[in-house]
């Protein structure tokens, strides 16, 4: 429920958010439904024109592909 006043009171502010919707320690097994649900919560207090999609943290370690 904090998480959705904080998102009220940036909704009436001008700030841009970035939102750390994947996780970054395990892109490969992202639940797609879950992140999309996420979303649309988000996008209920914050302007699409305001949101940028990205991980939770950094992908420095993440494979380019599953395979070898």
Do not use: F, M
């Not at 209920?44 to 939770?56: D, G, Q, V, Y």
Request: aromatic content about 2%.
């Amino acid at each position: 429920e904090k998480n959705i006043e904080s998102l009220e009171v940036l909704g009436k502010s001008d700030k841009h958010l970035a939102i750390g919707i994947i996780n970054g320690r395990n892109v490969w097994k992202n639940d797609l439904s879950a992140s999309l649900k996420t979303l649309n919560t988000i996008t209920t207090h914050i302007p699409k024109e305001r949101l940028s999609l990205s991980s939770s943290c950094s992908l420095q370690h993440v494979p380019y592909a599953l395979h070898h």
